[in-house]
């Protein structure tokens, strides 16, 4: 009998364990969620005050996922001083702002370092909700895609703008 108590026992204890286990995994999740609302807070802060980042200028590569950054840069490269698929800044999904304000950020952390978000913002009076798959964690928050009205992937659209201008090149 004394064996069916301490594998009750054992049984309990593990249960316990992972339920706190559950409960940290949780409370890191929540961490995770708030900072990467944070980063898109900050990110959106310089529109208010006309310092808005820049996605191919200086402190790019604090916001953009390398695979999304590299091609921002061989967009930007290929398009030589001229205007290349991005065309426009993504994460505002404007080319000029006015009185941008924050209406909603909403994120969801798929894991501890991967996260969906969602920004609803006012622009020049207009409603704009642009989407965020982000990736980092501990703070560091980088943007792996945008999906904005009528660009369902960023990166989709510029990896098609450097082919389409490879394709145009390679015929000449």
């Not at 309990?12 to 609302?37: D, K, N, P, W």
């Not at 704009?128 to 992937?153: A, C, K, M």
Request: glycine share 12%; hydrophobic share 45%.
């Amino acid at each position: 009998m004394s064996r069916g108590w301490r594998g009750a026992v054992g049984a309990a204890l593990l249960a316990i364990a992972v339920i706190a286990g559950g409960a940290g995994a949780a409370a890191a999740g929540v961490q995770e969620t708030r900072s990467a609302a944070g980063f898109l807070r900050a990110l959106y802060a310089g529109y208010a005050t006309g310092k808005a980042p820049s996605p191919t200028g200086r402190g790019a590569e604090r916001l953009f996922a390398p695979p999304l950054l590299a091609l921002i840069r061989a967009d930007e490269a290929l398009a030589g001083g001229e205007v290349g698929a991005l065309d426009h800044d993504p994460i505002c999904a404007c080319q000029d702002y006015q009185g941008l304000r924050i209406v909603t950020v909403s994120v969801e952390a798929d894991q501890p370092t991967h996260a969906r978000a969602t920004v609803s913002f006012i622009n020049i009076g207009q409603p704009v909700t642009v989407r965020f798959v982000l990736t980092g964690g501990d703070g560091h928050w980088r943007i792996v895609d945008i999906e904005e009205p009528g660009v369902p992937s960023l990166r989709k659209m510029l990896a098609d703008g450097i082919a389409e201008i490879a394709k145009e090149r390679a015929a000449e």
